[in-house]
Nanobody, 112 residues
Framework: QGHVVESGGGLVQAGGSLRLSCAAPRIDSRIYFVDWYRQAPGKDREIIASILNGDRTNYADSVKGRFTISNGSAKNTWYLQMNSLKPDDTGVYYC??????WGQGTQVTVVS
């Protein structure tokens, strides 16, 4: 098991929802800063959401109002709730806790 594990991706119709999960189970100390990235087919990886200290959040314009980043109840777990999904949201989603390496990501495919 790697340092960062993402899950929850899948195939969904446009307008639907998914909740992505992220965990860093091998890290004992609490992590306070986490980003979610997305890499669409043929495009560079882009940052879409960040959370600091569990309550300060930032979102890319492309997902603002539709996605919500949050801390999980267990230590070093995080979620990305994605609503009103669009085909442009298709890509591999990565969770990036500060100072940890990239995980494998989780694939999200939105079909119209």
């Amino acid at each position: 098991q790697g340092h960062v594990v993402e899950s929850g991706g899948g195939l969904v119709q446009a307008g639907g929802s998914l909740r992505l999960s992220c965990a860093a189970p091998r890290i004992d100390s609490r992590i306070y800063f986490v980003d979610w990235y997305r890499q669409a087919p043929g495009k560079d990886r882009e940052i879409i959401a960040s959370i600091l200290n569990g309550d300060r959040t930032n979102y890319a314009d492309s997902v603002k109002g539709r996605f919500t980043i949050s801390n999980g109840s267990a230590k070093n777990t995080w979620y990305l709730q994605m609503n009103s999904l669009k085909p442009d949201d298709t890509g591999v989603y990565y969770c990036k806790p500060t100072r940890l390496p990239w995980g494998q990501g989780t694939q999200v495919t939105v079909v119209s």
